[in-house]
């Protein structure tokens, strides 16, 4: 069981930088050996992959709309991930999960085992 918690959402100019951060915490499986992934839902829309990391931080993916402005990290020490936002639109604006996996990064929702509540970014234009 892993529980994971969103933040550093809020509302940014367009053009601005956003960084978000997902602690991770609860027993069993220690964090370095889970997937990180950032996901999104816009209003009326699906949710969406952004992002994801392997354990080791040493392969990312991105989702075609935020690959050259937004970069994934994590900080296993920390157990905590990052989505580091820049050059950010309107079309950005959504709640971003963090969720998380065992295995390799994957950009399929249904695949990942454990979510966050979610944080709000809304981008004004």
């Known amino acids: 069981q892993v529980q994971l918690v969103e933040s550093g959402g809020g509302l940014v100019q367009a053009g601005g930088s956003l960084r978000l951060s997902c602690a991770a915490s609860g027993p069993g499986r220690t964090f370095s050996t889970y997937v990180m992934g950032w996901f999104r839902q816009a209003p009326g829309k699906e949710r969406e992959f952004v992002a994801a990391i392997s354990w080791s931080g040493g392969i990312t993916y991105y989702s075609d709309s935020v690959k050259g402005r937004f970069t994934i990290s994590r900080d296993n020490a920390k157990n905590t991930v990052y989505l580091q936002m820049s050059s950010l639109t309107a079309e950005d604006t959504a709640v971003y999960y963090c969720?998380?996996?065992?295995?390799?990064?994957?950009?399929?929702?249904?695949?990942?085992?454990?979510w966050g509540q979610g944080t709000q970014v809304t981008v004004s234009s």
């Open positions: 969720a998380a996996r065992p295995g390799v990064p994957s950009a399929k929702r249904h695949e990942y085992e454990y």
